[in-house]
């Protein structure tokens, strides 16, 4: 074990804090300079003289402190480090000559360090960081190994790659119209468009579309890019399980030609789409190591049983559970919510929700492709949007979460909470005891809202409106941003926190792992014409998915060894035996 010391600096305040780090660290009152000033004003912790007692970690007021011991990963399978007391990431992914291969583990273990270092972007340092080596020595210290011949072409300039950024909503800052921002980037536009169903939208200003139309704009401009490399980061953010599966086919078919190399935290979508896997452990912001490629049904069930038997690391305490049939039905008797049948009018859509009641303790999922009125259904029974025809429940206090998070001011989580704290219509005890530590906010809390990510931002907005006692909580899209290990953490504790206090939910979500391990129903929502779309429910889960899986044409079954579903290659017998029943997820309940 290889102790090692990490300072987050931009959680790091020296002028604002008494240096406790230094204050109380044993080997600095014995005479020695563990923890010293450095240039630009914040602490060096010295890694050689460090005792690993922890105290600075705990003294810290501001959490900006890691001292950790890293599993038995040789010093020289450093890949890239930042700084001293910065992030060091352990091994690459190695990209077959054509398949696709996965990279699957937590937010800021290095998935997308490792996307930028196989890309060329970033050139490895191998842990030299003050005095980075040229091209000549990495080749050597790749001398023998796969990784090797991709290096080369790396330096002679001779490897295209196509990379697929995460953050998709940042296209809109390259201005210009759909075909010209494709064409800019040397993209045959209407192929392209075609391939992704955006031909309508051809002539559409980038600051008009959607985050779905973005991340399907940005995966057609990537496939469209003649390489010898695809790298995909994220490709199902803002889509519906209808795109999702439409953008795993497309990528398939790429796969059968070319190298891609996907990261994805959606692991129904991750093992459908992929061959083979890389999984990633560590500790966020301080190391990652990446695991030798694993076939990829064994890798999604490594991943969920939290045990690398090649390497002998557990990374999870317990193993994430499934079941095979549906939860039952929640007792009608027990009604809690209320809804008339609901109708919205807009110019150019039309939206009919049939009458439906949510019982105590219930969490249902709402399901369906995007543009048929999810969002619009939860905006009118929250009061933000006005109904056509009918009236939302009357006497029912609602929490809402909305799809579109943004920072709109300045202030920490804890600044927030004190500001909260004493409003009867804000817990400030729920979100400290169950809250904070379930949804990992432990470290955030003095993060102004601004410089938190877009997962961070998630769990501090889905928190801050659980915390509001109400009788109906309303979730857009929790899971976005997050990874596998924060969704799995967030559907259990929404699902724990309504049973506990026998109130009720709806979630908008596409993450099928997600919405079957949070919800007891469903609603489901289909398009209806070309401008309308009919919501009805909630039914049981068996149900409900088995109305949005034959819309959306595809079958799951269940995996003999954890349980979790898995999707079904298009045509083979269990496909088509499912679908001969009609069973397109769950098994009848014995």
Not at 519 to 540: H, I, N, Q, T, Y
Request: proline share 6%.
């Amino acid at each position: 074990m290889a102790r090692i010391a990490i300072l987050l600096r931009d959680r790091c305040h020296p002028k604002e804090c008494q240096w406790e780090c230094q204050a109380y660290c044993p080997p600095v009152r014995m005479g020695q300079e563990c923890i010293v000033e450095g240039t630009d004003g914040r602490p060096v912790i010295s890694e050689t003289l460090c005792i690993g007692c922890g105290i600075c970690v705990h003294k810290c007021p501001f959490d900006a402190i890691k001292i950790l011991n890293t599993p038995e990963a040789d010093e020289r399978e450093i890949v890239h480090r930042y700084g001293y007391n910065g992030f060091r990431l352990y091994r690459l992914p190695l990209p077959p000559p054509k398949g696709i291969t996965g990279i699957l583990g937590p937010n800021g273990t290095g998935k997308s360090t490792a996307l930028r270092v196989l890309a060329g972007v970033e050139r490895p340092n191998l842990g030299k960081y003050d005095h980075p080596p040229g091209w000549d020595e990495v080749l050597e210290r790749y001398r023998g190994t796969s990784l090797h011949a991709h290096f080369e072409k790396i330096a002679r300039g001779e490897l295209r790659t196509a990379f697929k950024p995460q953050y998709v909503d940042k296209l809109v800052d390259e201005g210009g119209t759909v075909e010209e921002f494709l064409t800019r980037t040397g993209v045959e536009p209407k192929t392209a468009l075609r391939s992704v169903d955006l031909e309508p939208k051809a002539d559409r200003p980038l600051t008009e579309l959607s985050g779905g139309e973005l991340q399907l704009l940005a995966v057609a401009r990537t496939i469209g890019t003649d390489a010898d490399l695809y790298l995909v980061d994220e490709p199902s953010s803002y889509l519906d399980i209808i795109h999702r599966l439409q953008v795993a086919r497309l990528l398939r078919t790429l796969g059968e030609r070319k190298s891609v190399v996907v990261v994805e935290h959606d692991l129904a979508l991750l093992d459908y789409l992929a061959d083979q896997a890389h999984l990633v452990y560590g500790e966020e912001a301080a190391f990652g190591v990446i695991s030798h490629p694993i076939a990829m049904r064994s890798a999604i069930n490594t991943y969920l049983n939290g045990y690398l038997k090649d390497e002998n690391v557990r990374f999870r305490t317990e193993p994430v559970r499934f079941v095979a049939h549906p939860p039952k039905l929640p007792t009608r008797t027990n009604v809690l919510v209320a809804f008339d049948a609901l109708e919205k009018r807009f110019d150019r859509f039309h939206l009919s929700v049939g009458a439906g009641e949510l019982a105590k303790g219930e969490t249902v999922g709402i399901v369906g492709p995007n543009a048929t009125g999810k969002t619009t259904f939860v905006r009118m029974l929250a009061g933000v949007e006005a109904p056509t025809v009918g009236t939302p429940p009357k006497g029912v206090t609602v929490s809402y979460k909305p799809q579109y998070l943004k920072a709109t001011n300045t202030a920490s989580l804890r600044e927030r909470l004190e500001l909260l704290r004493g409003d009867p219509t804000f817990d400030a005890g729920v979100f400290e005891r169950e809250l904070v530590p379930g949804l990992h906010l432990d470290t955030l809390l003095d993060v102004a809202l601004p410089d938190l990510s877009g997962g961070e931002l998630q769990r501090a907005a889905v928190a801050l409106a659980l915390a509001r006692p109400a009788m109906l909580y309303l979730l857009d899209e929790p899971s976005a941003y997050l990874d596998a290990d924060e969704r799995i953490a967030m559907a259990k504790l929404i699902r724990r926190q309504v049973e506990r206090q026998a109130v009720s939910a709806l979630i908008v979500d596409h993450d099928v792992y997600f919405l079957d391990l949070a919800c007891d129903a469903l609603m489901a929502f289909r398009k209806e014409g070309r401008s309308g779309g009919v919501g009805a429910g909630p039914f049981a889960m068996r149900a409900g998915m088995n109305l949005l899986l034959k819309e959306v044409q595809v079958t799951f079954r269940r995996d003999a060894e954890t349980l979790r579903p898995r999707i079904n290659r298009e045509g083979s017998v269990l496909d088509r035996e499912q679908r001969e029943r009609g069973e397109y997820y769950y098994e009848a309940a014995a």
